[in-house]
């Protein structure tokens, strides 16, 4: 598929996604949260997905006006259809994959652009990145699932305080607080970045999904729905090749060879 807001390529096992609208600071319209959607879509067998922005941001937010129609003023209806339609079902995508995603921000996250940061497995900031919930600027609400997503990282007090104040929080602050895998310095970000997802990328791919389900069945249910997942996972992931390599690896004294099956 051809894309206009996002450019997708293909290294082996790895798939990347870049953001691709470095005019506007990679501002999100409802086309490039249907692109990403999409993408993630059209993965085939590919074991991983790294997403950056192109430019001098990551994303700087959802961008209604490129619709047209004066739709992200509050007070109308566009921005609740847009959200239904284009920007919560990307999201969706992006935390149902079954494959680990790395986020590498090299610039401003905001809004709809702090969620996808966050959404991923692994995020990276740059020491210039940092992340931004605004919307309480505008009289609006932070969405996306921002809401979700912050609490769940950093604990009610810190998200309340992103959200409410609408306070910028660096790169640095954000590794600190935990919002982030590692910050690192600006030019080191793509590289540090590639090298984690295609480590990634040749990993047990099938138990990897199996960790991000279990991880979020244990944001959502109780200790006995979690062992029970456990269970099932173990038993999902034992009966791969990459198990049995895995463990003949063990038994040998070498590093295994995982092929993602």
């Known amino acids: 598929m051809s894309y206009e807001t996002i450019r997708v390529d293909r290294d082996g096992p790895l798939v990347t996604i870049t953001l691709n609208r470095p005019e506007r600071l990679n501002a999100m319209p409802p086309q490039m949260a249907d692109e990403i959607g999409q993408a993630f879509y ?15 941001g990551f994303c700087s937010g959802a961008d209604l006006s490129a619709r047209g129609d004066g739709s992200a003023l509050g ?17 969706s995508q992006l935390i149902r994959a079954s494959v680990p995603v790395i986020c590498a921000v090299n610039g401003p996250a905001a809004g709809v652009g702090c969620s996808l940061a966050l959404a991923a497995d692994f995020t990276i900031a740059a020491k ?19 809401t979700w ?14 959200m409410m104040l609408g306070e910028k929080i660096s790169g640095a602050q954000a590794e600190e607080w ?13 590289t540090e970045a590639r090298a984690l997802a295609e480590k990634l990328a040749n990993g047990p791919t099938i138990a990897y999904a199996t960790m991000k389900r279990n991880i979020a069945t244990a ?21 791969t090749k ?9 038994l040998q004294k070498r590093k295994a060879e995982f092929k993602g099956a």
């Open 178 to 190: 935990g919002l982030v895998y590692k910050c690192v310095e600006d030019a080191d970000l793509m």
């Open 149 to 162: 997503l912050l609490t769940r990282a950093v604990g009610r007090a810190r998200a309340t305080r992103m």
């Open 242 to 250: 990459d198990a049995m390599e895995g463990g003949m690896a063990f």
């Open 219 to 239: 944001l959502d249910q109780n200790l006995q729905m979690v062992l029970l997942a456990e269970a099932e996972g173990q038993r999902i992931a034992g009966a």
């Open 75 to 91: 007070g109308k209806g566009g921005s609740h259809e847009a959200l239904i339609n284009h920007y919560n079902p990307a999201i």
């Open 42 to 56: 059209d993965l085939g067998d590919a074991r991983a997905v790294l997403i950056t922005g192109e430019g001098k």
């Open 128 to 146: 210039s990145a940092y992340f931004l919930q605004a919307f309480v600027n505008i009289g609006l609400v932070p969405d996306g699932g921002s």
